[in-house]
């Protein structure tokens, strides 16, 4: 077998800027180096390399024992992760779309989850791939599956926004003697604006940490994936207005890092939540209650939510657009609230 580095990996170990993919790939690549029980599974990801070419070159290095292309039963082969995780092995397993993980949903919340409550052991396996729209790919190749599982005790669910991240968390999730779901934002993987120098040495990013991804004083913005760009972009005009937004990046949905939330509310006193999964049973209905819960007193005013609306992802790009939020949606949303 070659020991040549694919192009995804052999880029950013000569050090150059970094890709949301190549990231994922390197963490894959090194996870696989590091210990021998990581193996992939997923449907064209051996001889084909993914639909997005995350696992191009992977086979060749490690061979069809541990990049293992599966039918289309995502299912079938997540049940099989689950049995290879209680005999010690640690399987990474792709949703080729993370749409496709709905026929996985009765393993992963009746059986996996449960299976150290139940006293069948840990479960250390990652369900991991592209989520959310923007790619005109319509109602079943762009949605955002996290609050599907956000209410199952015994997952946790990442959602990282930058290369870096990506690479630290899917590190720590492929570690982890948990199972993790870990989206990954499909208008990341190879933007021009999502591109980092990734570090050298061997970084794990903590599950259940958010972080600031900037400082402000007067209005906080809770986001995570590529709606965390779409805050930068707003808190920009908004500082152009003399706003000074603090946007915090959550990293993680499950556990949420509701004391880093809580931190910024007692500092700003104004809370705004954006997400692009749909509005109803959202994730900013959670996180503002806790808020009304721990910094009810430190609120000047209502929690305000900018989100997709309740709909399937439209086909049709002009839909499509109307769908998703938008930076200039955000930016009003917090004039609004910081005049409140």
């Known amino acids: 077998m070659s020991t040549d580095l694919p192009p995804q ?56 024992s541990r990049v293992i292309d599966t039918p289309i039963s995502e299912g079938g082969f997540t049940g099989a992760a689950a049995g290879a995780a209680h005999m010690g092995l640690r399987p990474v397993v792709e949703m080729q779309f993370m749409d496709f993980i709905s026929p996985a949903y009765d393993v992963l919340t009746n059986y996996i989850a449960t299976s150290l409550y139940r006293g069948s052991g840990p479960l250390p396996l990652v369900v991991r791939g592209p989520a959310g ?19 199952t005790p015994g997952l946790k669910i990442v959602y990282p926004s930058t290369p870096s991240d990506a690479k630290g968390l899917l590190k720590s999730a492929i570690r982890d003697d948990d ?41 906080t913005i809770v986001s995570y994936g590529l709606m965390v760009h779409r805050c930068l972009e707003a808190a920009e005009a908004l500082a152009r207005d003399r706003i000074r937004v603090e946007v915090i990046d959550l990293r993680t949905l499950l556990p949420l890092d509701e004391e880093a939330i809580a931190a910024s509310v007692r500092k700003t006193g104004k809370l705004l939540i954006v997400h692009e999964d749909t509005r109803t049973g959202g994730i900013a209905g959670e996180i503002a209650i806790r808020m009304n819960e721990r910094a009810f007193e430190w609120l000047d005013g209502p929690i305000l939510r900018v989100t997709a609306i309740d709909s399937p992802v439209p086909f049709s790009g002009e839909l499509e657009d109307y769908f998703l939020p938008t930076a200039a949606d955000v930016a009003t949303a917090g004039r609004y609230l910081f005049r409140y």
């Open 9 to 64: 990996v052999g880029r950013t170990r000569a050090g150059e800027p970094a890709t949301f993919l190549e990231a994922v790939a390197e963490a894959l690549w090194e996870e696989m180096e590091r210990d021998d029980r990581v193996f992939l599974m997923g449907e064209d990801i051996g001889a084909y390399g993914g639909a997005f070419k995350v696992t191009r070159g992977f086979l060749d290095r490690f061979g069809p």
């Open 179 to 219: 199972p993790v779901l870990f989206e990954e934002h499909k208008g990341l993987y190879r933007a021009p604006f999502c591109r980092e120098t990734l570090p050298a040495a061997d970084r794990v990013v903590p599950i259940g940490k958010a972080r600031v991804a900037l400082e402000g004083e007067d209005l």
């Open 133 to 151: 729209g923007g790619n005109r790919g319509g109602p079943f190749h762009s949605q955002n599956v996290e609050m599907a599982f956000f209410h």
